[in-house]
């Protein structure tokens, strides 16, 4: 697509119920990265994927957040049993190999857990 | 390994006064440095980027930034700001040595006032 698609923009969960957070990269984009932007804070890390792979975990703050990518292109990073801390923006972006291009983000998904 | 420190986390000023935003870096071996910047309830979009060759780096909206190696740091400026230009800024430093992935500084918000 045009540009790094992020569904949905926005997401009201339950604490304690499992979420689904939604990349679609720019096609042809072989790297992808995964931060989380808390209120009034900077980008925090949580995972990159070269291709299908992940050589990097070790920003994922919990072992309740997973994420896979699949066929080199779309990625889901999952959020099981959702706390109150996990609301923020999660942001997605992608990069061709190497990344010094610079990223393309996208809008992000807001997720709020009451 | 890398880090980025952006001194100011707010930086008020007036219409059509020149501004100023920090950025100081360490890193071991040959830097590439971004600055991005993100409007209110939306990604991040690439302002400029330093990867080699002239220190002085023009980007959008007017933009510009002045690699210094003996300082360490890449301020980013614009000789008079608009309301527009409210909104957060990020410094961002990769190397070799990362897999060319980015680290962030935790952001400095603009605001532009009339």
């Known amino acids: 697509g045009a540009g790094v698609s992020q569904s949905p923009s926005n997401k009201v969960t339950e604490k304690g119920k499992d979420v689904e957070l939604r990349c679609d990269p720019i096609s042809g984009h072989t790297a992808l990265y995964w931060y989380r932007q808390s209120l009034g804070q900077g980008l925090e890390f949580l995972i990159y994927?070269?291709?299908?792979?992940?050589?990097?975990k070790s920003g994922l703050p919990s072992d309740r957040f997973s994420a896979e990518r699949t066929g080199g292109s779309v990625s889901t990073l999952t959020i099981q049993r959702t706390q109150q801390e996990d609301s923020a923006v999660y942001l997605c972006?992608?990069?061709?190999?190497?990344?010094?291009?610079?990223?393309?983000f996208g809008s992000g998904t807001r997720l709020t857990v009451v | 390994a890398q880090s980025v420190t952006q001194l100011d986390s707010q930086v008020p000023v007036f219409e059509e006064a020149p501004v100023e935003l920090r950025c100081n870096y360490s890193?071991?071996?040959?830097?590439?440095l971004f600055w991005y910047v993100q409007y209110p309830n939306q990604g991040l979009q690439l302002l400029l980027k330093?990867?080699?060759?002239?220190?002085l780096v023009k980007g959008i909206n007017g933009f510009e930034a002045e690699f210094n190696k003996s300082q360490t740091s890449f301020h980013l400026r614009k000789p008079s700001v608009h309301i527009s230009d409210t909104a957060e800024y990020f410094c961002a430093v990769s190397d070799q040595n990362a897999g060319n992935m980015l680290t962030f500084g935790g952001g400095t918000r603009l605001m532009v006032k009339p």
């Open positions: 330093y990867l080699s060759g002239s220190t």
């Open positions: 994927f070269q291709g299908n792979s992940a050589p990097d």
């Open positions: 890193s071991s071996v040959s830097v590439y």
């Open positions: 972006a992608s990069s061709l190999a190497g990344g010094l291009a610079g990223y393309t």
